[in-house]
């Protein structure tokens, strides 16, 4: 199960609601020692997929990421 706090756990409204039920939540660690919970994240193209249709790829750091949403959407009390 995801942390309730710390710099592993998820965020978001869905994260939050994960946690708060306390469901199980897989999670991928990343080759940057960094864990991404499944509530986090969804499937989508490869990136070679993206590069052929001409879209752009962006590398983000998922801590970063739970920084930005901590301050723009602070967890429900």
Same mark, same amino acid.
């Given at each position: 199960?995801?942390?309730? !706090?710390?710099? !592993? +756990?998820?965020?978001?409204?869905?994260?939050?609601?994960? #946690?708060?039920?306390?469901?199980?939540?897989?999670?991928?660690?990343? !080759?940057?020692?960094?864990?991404?919970?499944?509530?986090?994240?969804?499937?989508?193209?490869?990136? =070679?997929?993206?590069?052929? +249709?001409?879209?752009?790829?962006?590398? #983000?750091?998922?801590?970063?990421?739970?920084?930005?949403?901590? #301050?723009? =959407?602070?967890?429900? !009390?």
């Amino acid at each position: 199960m995801p942390p309730k !706090d710390g710099p !592993d +756990a998820p965020a978001g409204f869905l994260a939050e609601m994960v #946690v708060e039920l306390g469901h199980k939540n897989p999670k991928i660690k990343l !080759d940057t020692g960094e864990v991404v919970w499944g509530c986090e994240c969804w499937w989508g193209p490869t990136t =070679e997929e993206k590069v052929a +249709a001409g879209r752009p790829v962006e590398y #983000v750091s998922i801590t970063l990421v739970r920084a930005r949403l901590r #301050v723009e =959407e602070p967890p429900a !009390d």
